[in-house]
Every structure is written in C-alpha cells, then in structure tokens.
C-alpha cells in the first residue's frame, strides 16, 4: 500500500514539474524578437583572372603533348611579366586523349589531343588589354573565361556583416518602440553564410577561341561591372 501510495505521489510531481517547465520555455520565447538585417558594399574590381586553354591534336600523341608544353612554357614566361610565377600563375597537368570529329555522320578518329589550362591572376587592370595582345601572339586555342574580383574580398564581406547588424539592430528598436516595450541583450547572432566567390565575382561569360587569329595579335577591352558584395544578419534580442 505504501508503495502505491509513493508512485501516485511521484506522478503528480512530474506532472506538476511539467507544466511549470512548458509554461516557463513558453514565456521566455515569447519575450524575445527575431529580425534580420542586410549589408551591401558596391566596389569596383581590381583584378581579373583569366583562364588560358591550350589544346592540339596531332597524329602522335607525344607530338601533340610536346606542342602543348611547348605554348604553355611560351604562355608562362609572358605571364610572368606580368604577375608573380608563385603566387598568380597556376597551371593543370596535361591530359591526352584520343580526338573524334563528326565527319560523314559518323565519328572519325582524327588524332591525338594533348591540353593544359592556365590560371592567371593579373593585378593591374590597366594592362589587360596589352596582356590579351600578347596572349593571341602566341598558340593558345582560347581564352575559357574572365573573372572579375577584388583582391580584399573577405574585409569587404566583415564590413557588410557590420552594416547587416547594424541595419539588424536598428530594425529591432524600431519594432520595439511601435510596440511599446524596450529591447534588452543580444541573444542570437549568426550570418547566413552565403557570400561566396560565385555570388562576388563578375564573370563575362565570354569563351574567345583565337584558331583562326582573326584578332591579328590586337587586344580586347572589356569593362567591368561594379561587384556587389551582400551579406545578411540574423538576430535575436531579447524583450525586457
């Protein structure tokens, strides 16, 4: 008898225990406000990458390998007049495979193709149009892409993560005084994390293949658009 006693005594407890801690968790979720904020920095590049492709096909393959090495070697040494080997030149192994072209409604194996591609990062925007020059005096078959950056790309996003809190905050004590009540600490605090190369860079989309020469050595002028660098807050505060 006594130990049913003990449990019913015990149950009621927890049930008691319970409501307190729902009722209490409720009313301290209750007394907060969740806003977020926005920060965005408008900046033009200071400098581009530019990735170099070299490819050729050739009935050996080790012909068409030695030629390859051969442009890129003559690519490197230019670049390097321009930008620092170590630190703005970086070069992909070269890969071999056989080449089919669609000839007579079938695919005709025409060779062997050996390519390489080059990452170049130039510093001086002012001399893109003489590097580009440059570039289609020599092999390359193509220039794949031009990317636009800013070399302080990641103080650029710690600046917009403070104008986001800052536009967080203000936002939290405009709602607090229509409500009428004030806003007490700061209780949560997080970035969305979603500011990567891809959402900061330009890129021009722009795949120039220079077989045909057809640019007679002379370069291009392209003008960058100004890069948009955003990031987003979200905050909790809480409410006193």
């Known amino acids: 008898m006594k130990k049913k006693s003990i449990f019913i005594i015990f149950t009621g407890l927890i049930g008691i225990m319970l409501v307190i801690s729902c009722h209490s968790g409720s009313k301290e ?15 033009m590049p200071d400098q581009v990458t530019l990735t170099i492709n070299t490819a050729f096909t050739k009935p050996r393959m080790i012909d068409a390998v030695r030629e390859t090495q051969a442009t890129v070697d003559t690519v490197i040494a230019l670049l390097q007049k321009y930008g620092n080997k170590k630190e703005d030149i970086k070069t992909s192994s070269v890969s071999a495979n056989k080449d089919y072209q669609y000839i007579g409604n079938t695919n005709k194996f025409v060779g062997y193709q050996a390519q390489q591609t080059i990452d170049f990062v130039l510093h001086d925007l002012s001399k893109f149009t003489e590097l580009t020059g440059k570039l289609l005096e020599t092999k390359i078959s193509g220039i794949g892409s031009i990317s636009f950056d800013h070399s302080k790309a990641d103080s650029i996003l710690r600046e917009a993560d403070l104008i986001a809190y800052d536009d967080a905050l203000k936002s939290a004590k405009k709602l ?16 969305d994390g979603s500011a990567s190369n891809e959402s900061t860079q330009y890129r021009t989309g722009m795949a120039l293949e220079t077989f045909n020469k057809a640019y007679g050595g002379e370069g291009f002028k392209i003008a960058p658009e100004v890069l948009e660098f955003k990031r987003t807050i979200f905050t909790e505060f809480e409410i006193k």
């Open 29 to 43: 979720s209750e007394n907060r406000i969740r806003v977020s904020g926005e920060g965005k920095i408008r900046i």
């Open 176 to 191: 607090a005084s229509r409500a009428n009540v004030e806003i007490g600490k700061l209780l949560f605090l997080s970035n």
